[in-house]
């Protein structure tokens, strides 16, 4: 009935709305009277810890960090052209939340790739730039952890791909 857990003690997971985070281990806690096999995930950069029952893990979009193959992907989106539709800041700014909110990093580089702003290019408005800069972070945590470097040398990386583009 219950699916084997894939994730270990020290692992590095990715939540969708919380980004990158470390499973610090996996206990049972009596509910409203039910036990309950919890996944304990502390985030690091929120100073929070979350607990995702083991049996919701999969619905909630827990996931093992991402491949470097995938990463590679996420990079090469990077590097693409922007593709910012002509419909209302609103209606956008819903489609790029879902898009950091999945999780999935090829995703979450579409919207860096959108969202950013050269030098010589318009302003942004300021709701632009938090969701530009909430996905920026999303993706440069994940390539941090998947490329074995600290955030700062991920975050020049990507800024390199973006300049680059």
């Known amino acids: 009935m219950a699916k084997a857990i894939e994730f270990g003690t020290a692992d590095y997971v990715v939540y969708p709305t919380h980004g990158v985070g470390r499973v610090l281990g996996i206990e049972k806690q009596e509910i409203s009277g039910h036990i309950l096999e919890l996944i304990i995930i502390k985030f690091e950069k929120d100073r929070m810890t979350l607990r995702v029952p083991v049996g919701k893990a999969q619905a909630s979009g827990l ?96 800024e390199e791909l973006l300049t680059a583009a």
């Open 63 to 158: 996931r093992k960090l991402s491949s470097r193959k995938m990463m590679d992907t996420a990079l090469a989106t990077l590097k693409g052209r922007s593709r910012v539709k002509r419909t209302m800041w609103s209606r956008r700014a819903q489609e790029y939340e879902a898009k950091i909110n999945s999780g999935d990093p090829v995703s979450i580089a579409e919207v860096v790739r959108d969202l950013h702003r050269n030098a010589d290019q318009p302003d942004q408005s300021y709701s632009e730039r938090q969701m530009y800069q909430a996905a920026l972070e999303r993706l440069v945590r994940e390539l941090a952890v998947v490329e074995k470097i600290d955030e700062t040398a991920a975050a020049q990386k990507l």
